[in-house]
């Protein structure tokens, strides 16, 4: 596939990948069954979850794929990631590499070496694409791979964000405010405080409902969230399996 575009009725721009062979108006056309068109937000969007997830940084974003990814393929009932293992895991010792990512699959997943290729790890993802009305899902595979917002958690955060700031302790609170900072009255206020230093980009996810599945809003305060940024994405993805 390569990259095209279109326009929808109201001329905004649409990105896609499109087959070649429907490029170039080729003779042999893509078998019956076969991905002809995606849409490319969906696409590389769902790689981006997927990265992230793999890798355990999640500050990877679209523009780091051509980066980390030799290649991408799109199947009827599958989809195929071949990792750059150099550039996926920079300070690991290149043997090590296959064995960071058996750790970190899940059920029904697989990842192989990648034949005639070193350097290169296949990730093989039971994933499919749902095409539909133009639009397109990813659909199939391990359900925890879907976004759900926990609406728990959500109003937590945000009322977090809102006692901070009325106490002058928030971290987004100006300096000078701080320095009158008050401490939430109650053991449970205290605890809920702690959602307003989680990483912005677990926020983020949280907002969007791409927080692990299974996590709950009683495991995020009965235990206690490191405060580096860089270990709360593994510390959410193990509370939430307790």
């Known amino acids: 596939m390569s990259p095209s575009f279109g326009y929808g009725k109201s001329g905004k721009p649409y990105r896609y990948y499109i087959a070649m062979a429907l490029q170039v108006a080729s003779l042999t056309l893509p078998a019956d069954g076969a991905i002809r068109r995606v849409s490319a937000t969906a696409v590389e969007g769902f790689l981006c979850d997927q990265l992230r997830r793999l890798a355990d940084r999640p500050l990877i974003e679209v523009d780091d794929l051509a980066r980390l990814l030799r290649r991408v393929e799109i199947r009827t009932d599958e989809i195929h990631l071949v990792i750059d293992t150099a550039e996926f895991f920079p300070d690991e010792h290149p043997d090590l590499c296959l064995s960071a990512l058996k750790r970190r699959i899940r059920e029904g997943e697989q990842v192989v070496p990648e034949s005639g290729t070193p350097g290169a790890i296949r990730v093989v993802l039971p994933q499919r694409l749902q095409l539909r009305g133009g639009r397109t899902r990813i659909v199939g595979g391990d359900e925890e791979t879907r976004s759900v917002i926990n609406p728990g958690i959500v109003v937590a955060l945000k009322r977090a964000h809102t006692d901070l700031i009325a106490l002058k302790a928030s971290p987004l609170s100006p300096p000078d405010e701080q320095r009158d900072a008050i401490a939430p009255v109650t053991q449970y206020e205290r605890q809920l405080g702690r959602l307003a230093f989680l990483a912005p980009e677990l926020q983020r996810r949280i907002l969007a409902g791409d927080q692990p599945r299974d996590l709950t ?26």
């Open 217 to 242: 809003l009683r495991a995020i305060l009965k235990n206690e969230m490191p405060l580096a940024w860089a270990d709360q994405t593994a510390w959410l993805e193990r509370i939430s399996r307790t």
